[in-house]
Every structure is written in structure tokens, then in C-alpha cells.
């Protein structure tokens, strides 16, 4: 049924064309095409059938009449691209990494693990240096600005919005004045979690929540989960991963927080593979280490479990990194396939909770958990839950902070904002810290996320 | 351990009739969800609605003209026949009353006969009231306009075939140019978007906009035609409004002519099934994965497992409908060896020799076009000894096999009624 979804139908054809070579009707079907090298991306184009899906749901070429759109970005590009000497058009920096080509097409076409290859090449290979470049690498390595941010906390959050300040990164670095920086925690998560215990005082924690909720018998080898918190819930929005870490801990899970780089998605969507191997190599190794110890992995950030899932094994050849996939989970998703959350919302009230607009990330609904909030939290008292529908928030990670993709950015987050006003509720929700921040950026509401709902409604 | 995502009635697929399934389960309250491997395809169909266009294996014969009265000589391996007239009615009434006045089609029995892109004449039991003044029955005048830059329907083509075909109505063709031109290979969706907001035309001096520039273009052609045929871009969120203030600039019905992929009439039928949907209570995951496993004991299927980036993700249910479509999707699976129902190995009868599976001229009577599962009475996939295969798994639309949909034109009707009636009977067993 999917076996010509991803790039693994050369392979099948191959192992079949082995089989019928010893029938007995003596046919000789033959590899036309060199189907042994990695990344080969022919079996993907070739599924292509120009029905134009993609160009019709990509939210950029809606609003960007120079944009080619995913057809061309994607396949015809690829195409092109084995005739040699042609350099990948510049117009693949233009893409906003949202995937929503990804899910439109009917026909299988791996246009993320396309682009992504693309983008690459342009940036790695062909672009030239220029500011903006620079400016990519480090919006991309925003965990390293995060971390030494985080340093000293009060002074970033003081000089990031201080207008002389931005008003020289718009200059220089081609930094959106419009934007309101994200505030630095004074205290990342991590500091957090190590002034709480730790692992131990997790442990801890979970064994009383299973005494109190009378599963002694489990098995606590059976609850326990790795946290990948990525670089935002632990520089920024800390009360995310808190409310995580209360919400596992008061279903008896025992919760450690391994060793992690950034996920890689901003670098992916600026081309920087090279960075993102860097960071994806000790994320396999730290994160298979707790698997092998029998931990399944959590992510509250919808683009980091999509990397962790998706874009790895898409794009890199590291050992475990298959893994880490399979056993790679969004942390509300888990808890509806290990828990009977039903019967723990069943009943509960949230009076305090404000109602909210949800917005399902792109990112999201890449993985088919784009309604899941508003089924789960459907029958919960005192709170409404309201989907705004699936227009991209036009953000995109670090695209929207580009200066010159401003404009495209907000003008693709239009449709979000005015169902978002539509809605009585004047909060929002949303899993993906960036479409978090156009949210707030376009509409003044406070945005939570549903660990924190559910964190008010189990705690 | 895991403990499986849970409903009375699991629906997997998210086409008309795994839509119509959900529909009908939902609607008789039992608590349903709907799973499609990725996002629907529905957007890229046509949006009409057929019951039956053609008699099956009917070389040269002409169109059905009431669809309800050929399903009595269908032959009783057709799903039509297995769930009878009866059904079929009911099915689509329950449709009816979901899209409202948005779709007419069902004052008759008689099939309509709906102009399409390329001129030829559809012959369908609904089509959406957008597409009501184009008939090809109807003696008015037709003037068929294209847009310069618009791939995919070009006037002038159309109503020559239209003429060809004898309809009873002079037809004209005119190309204008969009009043907006955005880019050279702008989308269906961008002119349906530019329609809706109807912002003003830059450089035309006064605050005229986009619809009233449209019919000051046409206008010139209209002469003595009574009703105008555009295609189908002429909005998402306000086709209604857009085609009244164009009746009125150019005092003359105003028609959609049903496009291919991506298709403005197939996403409003999707945005209106699965608002339907969600309406009726009914949950929906889309693009999770396809589903690739199952557990059964004693005959029942107890789990199904979605491969999400290779975690199995469980889903468990009373009862199950099969409904993930043909061999085009997905849901008969062919290789060298043989062909098979890929999710539950539900039989799937077809020749020994793959030589037999398909004849020699594209358009031949092709063996493959009628593979898929063999239904009881009851809806349940049947095994090569008679007896069903599971007694909780039902099939609905093109996962059965026994007729061949692109040439009798009953893709979606068949789909509407199977769809329909397992999803009542796993409703009633669930």
C-alpha cells in the first residue's frame, strides 16, 4: 500500500526482480537505473503526475507570484539536476519548510526529503556569501545564541527588544524590527530539572503517583520516557516542559532528560545540513542509549519530533538513527496510546483555564495529530477548545524572521489570524514554539500549549 | 504497554465511502472515527455525483437514463445488486440532506447530463447547484468562457465538442483575460481566492473590482446567450455570492464547468463531507500512516495497528469498514505473484496467469478494473470458501470488486451506497 511512499522502492523492486529471475517463465526484467546509491530520489520524481496538488496547497506560492512552487522545487528540479552543471535555482531559499506539499500529494512524492536535499546544495554549494547567508547559520544555530542568551537571561531579554538594538540587527542583519524577541527563561529547564533531582527525585516522584494510583503491580520499566526537550522549551518557554514533566510524573512516569542538540529543523530549513548532522549525531547517540535502557522518547515540539521521525532517517545514514523513529513520539500522542486518557479527563474541570483557538502546526498534521487536542480536551468542563482549520501560520521557524520574507510571512498567517478572531475564545493554543510567537505576534492573545491544559486539568 | 485508541466503529479510508461510513455510523449515534493513511484525494475529483452513467460492458450503448431502473439487470455480483435500489436511495438521501441546496440532482431519478472541461457530456445522478445552468438537456444558449492563462479548459475546444455532441443549444466561446494576472501559471486556487476577496484591479483608475471587471470583459461576447459557462474557479468560500453578482452584471445564468485536478468543486464537496463529519460527532485522523497490521481471535479482528515513522500505533474498535478504495488507492495491492487486499488478506479472486489480468487496448474490458474483495449481503469481505472473513470487518466503494467504475460511471454512487450500509449495519452490530 505505501511501498512506493518513500525512497525505499528501488530496493523493493530490486529484491523482486531477483525473485522472478529464477521463474520459471525466464523473465529478465532489468535494473535500467543505478538503484544502489543512497538519496536517490528517481523513484520519487518519477511518481510524480503533475496534478499540481502541491502548487495549489503550498501557502508560499500563494502569496508569492515568484515562488516556482514545490512542483518545480521538488521533482522537476531533481530532474534537471541529474543533467549536471545545473545549479539549483535560488528560489528554493523562498520554500518555508511547512510540508504541506508533503501531505497534498496523492502520489507519494518525498517533496521534504527533496527540498531539503535541494536547499542544501544551493546553500552549501552554490549560494554566495552575503549577509544574509551569515544570518541564516545563525538563525539556524538559534540554540547557540539561546545558550549564551541564556547566560545571562535578563540583559538578552533587555537588549533583544530594545529598539536601538533591533533597530541595528534590522540594518545589519536583515533582523524583522517588527518582531518581538522571544524571552530567555532566568532559569532553563534543565537548570530546573537538576535543582529539582534530577532523574533520581523523578523516580522518586513517579513510584508515589503509582502508589496513589493504585499501580503497584506495574512494571516501572514500563513507564518511562526520554525527554527531547529541543532548544525552545528549555531557553524559553520552560513552563512547557515543566507542565510535562508534572503531567508524566503524576501518570507514574519516570522521566530522565538525556544529553540533546538542537533537533536540526532550523537548520534544514536554512540548508545547513552540515550542522544539523553535527547536532543529529549526539541527539542518535545520547537518545538510543535511553532507548536501549528501554525509554521511549517525547517531544512537546511538533518539529522536533517531526525531525526526529521523519527528517532523519530521511536524510542521514547514522547507526540507530531507524531507532530513534520507531520509538520517537509527540508527548500527548503517547499518553493516548499508553494511558486511558479518556477515563482521566472524564469529568474534569479546567474553570480557570481561559478557552482557546487552537492552531494544528503543519508540522503537526505532517504526522496525522493535527486534531487530537481538540478531541481530548472536547469533554472537559469549563474549557472550549476551538480548531481554526489548517492554513499554515506562515511563520515557518526561522523564515518568518528573515526581513525580507516578513511580509510573505504575515500575509500567509492572515487567514490564521482572522479565524483566530473569529473565535470567542481571546487565547490560543498550539504545539510549535514558532507558530506560538506568530500567533501572539498577529493577534496580542497569550498562547499556551496542551501540556499545560492537561497539566491544569490531571495536577 | 499500550492501550489502543478507541471507538465503536473505526472507518479506514477517507474517500466518499469511507466518509459516507462514518456518516451513516455517526448519524445513528454510535461513537466513530475515521483513519486515512494521508490527506483525502477528494479535492481532486470532480465533485459531481454519479449513480450509475453507463450499463455495464456496454459497447457503443448510450447513456442510462434512470440509473434506479438499470440496477435491477445489473448482474447479482454488483454491488448495487448485493445492497439493492432501496439502499442506494437511502444512501443518497442521507447525502442530500448533508449538502443541502449546495447540490441538486435529487428531484429525479433521471440522470443529468453535465458538460465538462473538455465539452463531453457526463451523465450524473448530483452535481453541485453551481454547475445547475450548464445542462446540456437545456435549449439556452450557451457562451463558454475561458481565461487566457488558465491550463486545463480552453472554451473554444469545449464548445465545439459540445456542439459535436448534438446538445440542443447554440453554443459560443470567448478568452478573456483575468482581470488580475498574478502569474503566468497561477492555480485553480488563486483565482477562486481572488474571486472571494475580490480586491480592486490595480490601474484601473476608479475602486472596480475583480468581479465586476471579469463581467465587463466577458460582456462583449455575451450576445444572445442565456447562460454563461465558467470554469470552476469562481470561488471556495463564496461560489454562491460570486455567481449571483456575475448573473446580474451580464443578465444571464451563470454556470461552473467541473475541472480536473486540483479540482475547486471536489475541495467544496471534501470541506462540506468532513465538516459534515465532524458535525455528526465523528473523529477524524488524517495522514498518520497507513494502517499495516491486525489482531484477531475467534474470527474478530480485535486491533488494527497504523505505522506512524515505524511505531505501531494500535486502534481497536467493535466493528471495522474496509474502505481504501482500488488498485489506484491503495487499497488491492498487485505484484507478479498474484493480487491481494493488503491490510487483511481478505481474498481478492483474479486469474492465475497475469497475462489474463488485462487486454490489449488501453481502453479494452480489462480484467484488473473489476478486482477487489467479494461482499456478503452484509457488507463482509468473503473468502475464496464463501464464508466472511472476519465477522466484524465490512467493505464499502472501490475496495469490492465485480464492476468496472470508469466505465459505467458509478465510482461515487457505489460508494455512497456500500458506504452507507456498512457503516449502519457496524453501527447497529457495534
Request: proline share 5%; with cysteine; glycine share 10%.
Amino acid at each position: 500500500m505505501s511501498d512506493t511512499q518513500r525512497g525505499d522502492t528501488t530496493t523493493d523492486r530490486a529484491e523482486t526482480d531477483a525473485d522472478v529471475e529464477s521463474d520459471e517463465e525466464g523473465y529478465e526484467p532489468r535494473d535500467v537505473f543505478d538503484s544502489t546509491t543512497e538519496m536517490d530520489l528517481r523513484a520519487g520524481a518519477d511518481n510524480c503526475t503533475k496534478v499540481g496538488t502541491c502548487d495549489a496547497e503550498c501557502p508560499v506560492a500563494e502569496v508569492n507570484d515568484d515562488f516556482p512552487g514545490p512542483q518545480f522545487q521538488g521533482p522537476e528540479q531533481w530532474r534537471l539536476s541529474q543533467k549536471g552543471e545545473v545549479e539549483i535555482d535560488d528560489s528554493i531559499t523562498e520554500c518555508s519548510n511547512c510540508l504541506q506539499c508533503d501531505s497534498g500529494c496523492p502520489s507519494g512524492v518525498p517533496f521534504s526529503e527533496m527540498h531539503n536535499t535541494a536547499r542544501a546544495k544551493y546553500v552549501l554549494e552554490d549560494q554566495p556569501l552575503s549577509i544574509k547567508k551569515i544570518r541564516n547559520r545563525i538563525l539556524a544555530n538559534y540554540r547557540t545564541s539561546a545558550w549564551l542568551a541564556s547566560k545571562l537571561p535578563r540583559t538578552a531579554n533587555f537588549f533583544m527588544n530594545n529598539g536601538a538594538v533591533r533597530w541595528l540587527m534590522e540594518k545589519t542583519m536583515k533582523i524583522p524590527s517588527e518582531r518581538e524577541f522571544p524571552e530567555f527563561a532566568t532559569q532553563t529547564f534543565r537548570e530546573w530539572w537538576a535543582q529539582r533531582g534530577g532523574e533520581a527525585a523523578s523516580k522518586e516522584r513517579a513510584a508515589k503517583a503509582r502508589a496513589q494510583r493504585g499501580e503497584e503491580d506495574v512494571d516501572p520499566a514500563d513507564k518511562r520516557v526520554a525527554y527531547f526537550h529541543g532548544c525552545y522549551s528549555n531557553y524559553n518557554t520552560t513552563q512547557v516542559a515543566k507542565a510535562m514533566v508534572r503531567v508524566y510524573e503524576s501518570l507514574g512516569y519516570e522521566i530522565t532528560v538525556p544529553k540533546q542538540k538542537c533537533s536540526g529543523t532550523p537548520m534544514f530549513a536554512n540548508g545547513r545540513v552540515d550542522d544539523a548532522r553535527r547536532h543529529a549525531k549526539v541527539n542518535v547517540e545520547h537518545l538510543g542509549n535511553a532507548i536501549e535502557d528501554g525509554y521511549d522518547v517525547i517531544c512537546t515540539c511538533s518539529s522536533c519530533s517531526l525531525a526526529l521521525r521523519q527528517e532523519y532517517p530521511d536524510l542521514f545514514d547514522l547507526e540507530g538513527i531507524d531507532e530513534l523513529a520507531a520509538h520517537t513520539y509527540d508527548a500527548m500522542e503517547y499518553l493516548r496510546i499508553h494511558e486511558d486518557l479518556e477515563a482521566e479527563l472524564a469529568g474534569a474541570e479546567a474553570e480557570e483555564f481561559p478557552d482557546v483557538a487552537y492552531h494544528a502546526p503543519c508540522h503537526s498534521r505532517n504526522q496525522g495529530l493535527g486534531r487530537q487536542a481538540v478531541e481530548l480536551f472536547e469533554d472537559v468542563e469549563g474549557v472550549t477548545v476551538t480548531d481554526v482549520g489548517d492554513s499554515c501560520s506562515g511563520i515557518s521557524g526561522t523564515y518568518g524572521w528573515k526581513s525580507e520574507k516578513y511580509e510573505t510571512s504575515m500575509e500567509i498567517g492572515e487567514e490564521m489570524f482572522e479565524h483566530m478572531e473569529e473565535t470567542d475564545a481571546e487565547h490560543g493554543m498550539t504545539e510549535c514554539p514558532t507558530c506560538s510567537m506568530q500567533m501572539e505576534h498577529g493577534t496580542g492573545y497569550e498562547i499556551s500549549h496542551p501540556m499545560q491544559l492537561l497539566e491544569t486539568v490531571l495536577t | 504497554m499500550a492501550v489502543a485508541i478507541d471507538s465503536d466503529v473505526l472507518v479506514i479510508g477517507g474517500g466518499i465511502a469511507g466518509l459516507s461510513a462514518a456518516l451513516s455510523a455517526a448519524r445513528t449515534g454510535a461513537d466513530v472515527r475515521l483513519v486515512s493513511e494521508a490527506e483525502t484525494t477528494l479535492h481532486h475529483a470532480s465533485g459531481l455525483l454519479d449513480v450509475l452513467g453507463y450499463p455495464p460492458n456496454a459497447d457503443g450503448d448510450g447513456p442510462v437514463v434512470d440509473p434506479f431502473d438499470a440496477i435491477g439487470d445489473l448482474p447479482d455480483s454488483h454491488p448495487y445488486a448485493i445492497v439493492g435500489a432501496g439502499t442506494v436511495r437511502d444512501g443518497l438521501a442521507m447525502i442530500d440532506d448533508v449538502l443541502g441546496e449546495t447540490y441538486h440532482g435529487s428531484h429525479t431519478d433521471a440522470n443529468a447530463l453535465v458538460s465538462t472541461q473538455g465539452g463531453t457530456v457526463k451523465p450524473t445522478a448530483r452535481y453541485p447547484a453551481s454547475v445547475a445552468a450548464g445542462l446540456a438537456s437545456d435549449d439556452r444558449d450557451i457562451l463558454l468562457v475561458g481565461f487566457e492563462r488558465l491550463t486545463g479548459f480552453d472554451a473554444g475546444v469545449a464548445a465545439d465538442h459540445l456542439e459535436a455532441a448534438g446538445i440542443p443549444a447554440e453554443t459560443s466561446a470567448a478568452t478573456v483575460e483575468f482581470p488580475i494576472v498574478v502569474r503566468d501559471d497561477a492555480k485553480v486556487t488563486r483565482y477562486a481566492h481572488l474571486l472571494d476577496e475580490n480586491p480592486t484591479v490595480d490601474g484601473a483608475g476608479s475602486d472596480r473590482r475583480v468581479r465586476a471587471a471579469l463581467a465587463d470583459a466577458v460582456e462583449p461576447s455575451v450576445e444572445d446567450a442565456k447562460r454563461i459557462g465558467f470554469p470552476a474557479v469562481l470561488g471556495v468560500d463564496h461560489p454562491a455570492a460570486i455567481r449571483t453578482e456575475l448573473e446580474d452584471r451580464l443578465g444571464a445564468a451563470v454556470f461552473e464547468i467541473p475541472m480536473g485536478p486540483p479540482s475547486i468543486l471536489g475541495g467544496r464537496l471534501e470541506d462540506r463531507l468532513y465538516a459534515a463529519l465532524d458535525d455528526a460527532g465523528g473523529q477524524i485522523e488524517s495522514g498518520g500512516g497507513p494502517i499495516v497490521g491486525f489482531d484477531a481471535e475467534g474470527g474478530m479482528i480485535s486491533a488494527v495497528y497504523m505505522d506512524r515513522s515505524g511505531s505501531q500505533i494500535p486502534y481497536a474498535a467493535e466493528e471495522y469498514v474496509l474502505a481504501t478504495g482500488d488498485v489506484a488507492g491503495g487499497g488491492i495491492d498487485s505484484d507478479r505473484d498474484g493480487v491481494t487486499e493488503p491490510i487483511f488478506g481478505c481474498h481478492v479472486p483474479h486469474p492465475d496467469d497475469r497475462y489474463e489480468w488485462f487486454e490489449g487496448e488501453a481502453f479494452g474490458d480489462h480484467a484488473f478494473a473489476e478486482f477487489g474483495v467479494v461482499v456478503d449481503e452484509a457488507l463482509r469481505p468473503m473468502s475464496g470458501a464463501g464464508d466472511p472473513e472476519f465477522s466484524n470487518l465490512r467493505a464499502a466503494g472501490a475496495v469490492i470488486g465485480g464492476y468496472d467504475y470508469p466505465a459505467e460511471k458509478s465510482a461515487s454512487g457505489v460508494s455512497i451506497a456500500t458506504g452507507y450500509a456498512a457503516g449502519r449495519r457496524a453501527a447497529r452490530e457495534g
